[in-house]
């Protein structure tokens, strides 16, 4: 289930960041400050964003920043951004997004189950937009309880 991954202290709900690279760094930070990975990780994401583009925005509305196990990570983790107003991520059929989960895998397999929840939320679109509009934690953990 994601709750085994998001809980209260890895879910952030605001109104608007300046641009991408602001979202990325506020989805990331949970994972910096709980030690899932350290600094460089969120350093590669920039990097391979500025060298080939949004890779991590998955659909309409919905982004999923991460970088490669040996960037820096230390354990499987996840959190998650909602940010309200939304923000140009540089993908013209998936922009704005509003829906930001950082990941951060140890290795190739060990977060299979994680994907797997993230993808069945993915494909329904009306908890995506519950999602979209939650306005407390309890609210987003309430939606993705279900996955």
């Not at 509305?61 to 940010?83: D, Q, Y």
């Amino acid at each position: 289930m994601l709750t085994d991954w998001i809980n209260e202290g890895n879910i952030e709900l605001i109104p608007y960041v300046k641009n991408w690279r602001d979202a990325v760094e506020t989805a990331v930070r949970p994972l910096i400050t709980t030690k899932a990975v350290e600094q460089r990780y969120l350093d590669a994401i920039f990097t391979l964003h500025e060298q080939i583009g949004p890779y991590y925005v998955l659909g309409e509305g919905i982004a999923m920043p991460h970088a490669r196990p040996e960037e820096g990570v230390n354990k499987t983790a996840l959190s998650l951004l909602i940010i309200s107003g939304g923000v140009e991520f540089g993908s013209e059929e998936n922009d704005p997004v509003y829906i930001v989960f950082a990941l951060s895998a140890i290795d190739s397999h060990s977060h299979i189950d994680m994907i797997a929840g993230l993808s069945h939320l993915f494909c329904d679109d009306q908890k995506i937009n519950q999602l979209k509009n939650a306005t407390s934690k309890l609210e987003v953990l309430e939606i993705i309880r279900q996955f």
